[in-house]
């Protein structure tokens, strides 16, 4: 599977736009990038995923380059229930789909 | 909105003790798994499960740990005797299946305490 790598925290200022990156520089033709978050202690929220488009749901956009080695989650007006930590899993898509947590992005959101 | 249930929120239980964590998954929802979280550490896979039977366990599935699905409802998960390490908050997640649906929703947790 492939390894994705993100920063350790990141500070946002409340109603600004959050940007989380992530690299999966190994990523293979088959896999998905997926986004999930947890806040403090409660079970994981799915966000969105995206094969090679970029996507937008009600939670978030999410752009995906073109090569595919990166991605960013994008929170277009942080809160502060945005306070959480964020995970970017790539997932091949014809597998059992088990999660592989990596340690996320730690995303703080201020007044 | 349909959610995943889990019960009950918090067990404590002595070592050497058999638990059963439940979860109700999502009522359309074909694909299940188990994940557990030692405080302050990474979230991790337990096992999965599909069409009745076990579809990948990890490393830390071991004899002790067992799933069933009892009924069309149920999901639940056995430690056949605890150990202090067990310790952790269990998290149940299901998914629908198929190609375009491996996003997984995750219940509440059951926080485990061994004593």
């Known amino acids: 599977d492939a390894k994705t790598t993100q920063p350790t925290s990141m500070d946002c200022a409340e109603g600004r736009a959050a940007n989380l990156p992530c690299n999966h520089s190994t990523i293979s033709g088959n896999e998905y990038v997926y986004w999930y978050r947890q806040i403090h202690s409660q079970g994981p929220q799915y966000i969105i995923h995206?094969?090679?488009n970029n996507e937008t749901n009600e939670m978030a956009s999410l752009i995906i380059t073109e090569d595919r080695k990166s991605s960013t989650l994008i929170l277009p007006h942080a809160t502060l229930r945005d306070t959480a930590v964020y995970y970017c899993?790539?997932?091949?898509?014809?597998?059992?789909?088990?999660?592989?947590f990596g340690q996320g992005t730690e995303l703080s959101v201020k007044p | 909105e349909p959610e995943v249930t889990q019960t009950p929120s918090h067990q404590v239980t002595q070592m050497g003790q058999e638990v059963i964590l439940r979860c109700v998954p999502i009522?359309?929802?074909?694909?299940f798994y188990w994940y557990r979280q030692i405080l302050g550490q990474k979230v991790e896979f337990l096992v999965s499960?599909?069409?009745?039977?076990?579809?990948?366990k990890s490393e830390i599935f071991d004899d002790q740990f067992s799933v069933e699905r009892p009924d069309g409802s149920n999901f639940t998960l056995k430690i056949r005797s605890t150990k202090l390490e067990d310790s952790a908050m269990y998290f149940c997640?299901?998914?629908?299946?198929?190609?375009?649906?491996?996003?997984?929703?995750f219940g509440p947790g059951t926080r485990l305490t061994v004593t």
């Open positions: 499960f599909y069409n009745n039977e076990i579809s990948e």
């Open positions: 997640a299901s998914r629908v299946g198929g190609t375009s649906g491996l996003e997984q929703y």
């Open positions: 899993i790539v997932i091949p898509y014809n597998q059992g789909g088990k999660l592989i």
């Open positions: 995206g094969l090679k």
């Open positions: 009522s359309n929802h074909l694909y």
